[in-house]
C-alpha cells in the first residue's frame, strides 16, 4: 500500500457543503473516502475516454424531454448507425415530458464513443451518463 498524503483543497462552501452531505447519504465515515472514490471515478471515466482501447461493455444513460421537436427522430437516427455496439436499449416514461433511455453497449470502445459524441449534440438531452468498462 503506498503511503497516505496530506492535501488542502480550495472549494466553495456551499459545494463542500452539498459533498459532505452526499458522502454522508452514501455511508462514507469520512470526507477522505468519499475524495478518494470520486478521485478514482474521476481517473477511470479519463482513461476510458482518452486511453482505453479495444472492446468495452456498459451502458449510456439519457435524461430528455421528448417534447424538444425532432428529438426522438434523432435519437432514432443515431441509434441506428451504431447498430454494431449497441446490443439493447430501454425506454422509461419518467412524466408527461421527461424520458430516461439506457443504451446497453458492447463493442469497440471507439465506436462506442463516437456514439457519445453522436449523441451528446442532440438537443434536448438534458443529461447523459456513461458507465464502461473495458473487456480484458
Known amino acids: 500500500m503506498s503511503p497516505v498524503v496530506r492535501f488542502g ?23 477522505s473516502k468519499a475524495i478518494q472514490v470520486a478521485m478514482r471515478n474521476l481517473i ?9 482501447s479495444g472492446e468495452s461493455a456498459g451502458a449510456i444513460l439519457l435524461f430528455f424531454d421528448h417534447t424538444i421537436k425532432g428529438l426522438e427522430d434523432s435519437l ?3 441509434q441506428h448507425h451504431y447498430i454494431d455496439v449497441i446490443t439493447s436499449a430501454m425506454h422509461i416514461h419518467l412524466d408527461e415530458r421527461n424520458c430516461l433511455e439506457i443504451i446497453a453497449l458492447r463493442g469497440d470502445s471507439n465506436r462506442i464513443k463516437e456514439l457519445m459524441k453522436a449523441l451528446s449534440s442532440i438537443r434536448g438531452i438534458k443529461q447523459i451518463k456513461v458507465i464502461i468498462t473495458s473487456i480484458i
Open 9 to 31: 483543497v480550495s472549494v466553495p462552501m456551499e459545494l463542500l457543503r452539498e459533498f459532505d452531505e452526499v458522502a454522508k447519504k452514501m455511508g462514507f465515515k469520512d470526507r
Open 44 to 52: 477511470s471515466d479519463y482513461r476510458w475516454m482518452h486511453e482505453i
Open 76 to 78: 432514432t437516427h443515431v
